[in-house]
């Protein structure tokens, strides 16, 4: 079992930066990677970046450039957004990819405004 619990969320104008967190917690030991995803309303969830504990990422297109993730041996996961636009304001959720299932934090809002 492992527990996640995202935080840094919070209202920036287009062009700000936000960095979010993601506490792991439980059998951390087993997990083999861990993401960043994001659903706006009425959208499928949508994978942002993800990365392994060796360093090996992959971004979004759309984020490339802006985000960066990066993990503390997988007890912290963050995910560092520069120039966020209006269409980055979607709620994101930090995931653990685990041999028997995949789990998901609660969510946290990021909200782009001018």
């Known amino acids: 079992q492992v527990s996640l619990v995202e935080s840094g969320g919070g209202l920036v104008q287009p062009g700000g930066s936000l960095r979010l967190s993601c506490a792991a917690s439980?059998?951390?030991?087993?997990?083999?990677?861990m993401a960043w995803y994001r659903q706006a309303p009425g959208k499928q969830r949508e994978l942002v970046a993800s990365?392994?504990?060796?360093?090996?990422t992959s971004y979004k297109d759309s984020v490339k450039g802006r985000f960066t993730i990066s993990t503390d041996n997988y007890r912290f996961l963050f995910l560092q957004m520069n120039n966020l636009q209006p269409e980055d304001t979607v709620v994101y959720y930090c995931?653990?990819?685990?041999?028997?299932?995949?789990?998901w934090g609660q969510g946290t809002q990021v909200p782009v405004s001018s």
């Open positions: 439980g059998n951390i030991f087993s997990i083999l990677s």
């Open positions: 990365t392994t504990n060796d360093g090996e």
């Open positions: 995931s653990a990819r685990h041999p028997v299932n995949n789990y």
